[in-house]
């Protein structure tokens, strides 16, 4: 299967960071499974105009998280991730982004059943690694 990556150039997320936020997405909702080759850094660059060293450190970042491995002479894949949290460890990483997401809501005058639902709708669209609910 193949995942097609866009960069906006006017975002203040880093382009390296837009590069791998979309692979782990492709990962999480499917478009991309494990075994999946992802184009070589250099025709991603040119793909997306950006210097190849963007593409290197992001490729870098998500073989540091266990979600891509090189292969030499081959290229670089997808592959099954290593849980390099603990779930104490997640949970205390992903409350800080659940607060600014709630304050956001808040901001935008979102009612907390609004709120539910909307996450809701977007959790129902990601693959579930797991099978679980």
Same mark, same amino acid.
């Given at each position: 299967?193949?995942?097609?990556?866009?960069?906006?150039?006017?975002?203040?997320?880093?382009?390296?960071?837009?590069?791998?936020?979309?692979?782990?997405?492709?990962?999480?909702? !499917?478009?991309?499974?494990? &075994?999946?080759?992802?184009?070589?850094?250099?025709?991603?660059?040119?793909?997306?105009?950006?210097?190849?060293?963007?593409?290197?450190?992001?490729?870098?970042?998500?073989?540091?998280? &266990?979600?891509?491995?090189?292969?030499? !002479?081959?290229?670089?894949?997808?592959?099954?991730?290593?849980?390099?949290?603990?779930?104490?460890?997640?949970?205390?990483?992903?409350?800080?982004?659940?607060?600014?997401?709630? !304050?956001?809501?808040?901001?935008?005058?979102?009612?907390?059943?609004?709120?539910?639902?909307?996450?809701?709708?977007?959790?129902?669209?990601?693959?579930?690694?797991? &099978?679980?609910?």
């Amino acid at each position: 299967m193949q995942a097609t990556f866009n960069i906006n150039t006017g975002s203040d997320t880093p382009i390296y960071k837009q590069i791998t936020d979309q692979v782990r997405l492709a990962v999480t909702s !499917g478009k991309l499974a494990v &075994g999946d080759q992802l184009p070589s850094v250099r025709a991603l660059a040119e793909d997306l105009v950006v210097n190849p060293n963007t593409v290197a450190r992001a490729y870098a970042d998500l073989m540091r998280e &266990g979600l891509l491995e090189s292969r030499a !002479g081959r290229g670089v894949f997808i592959t099954t991730k290593r849980k390099i949290y603990s779930r104490a460890e997640g949970r205390r990483r992903l409350e800080p982004l659940l607060s600014t997401l709630i !304050g956001e809501a808040m901001i935008l005058d979102f009612k907390p059943d609004e709120l539910r639902e909307a996450f809701e709708e977007q959790l129902s669209k990601w693959k579930h690694s797991k &099978g679980g609910e």
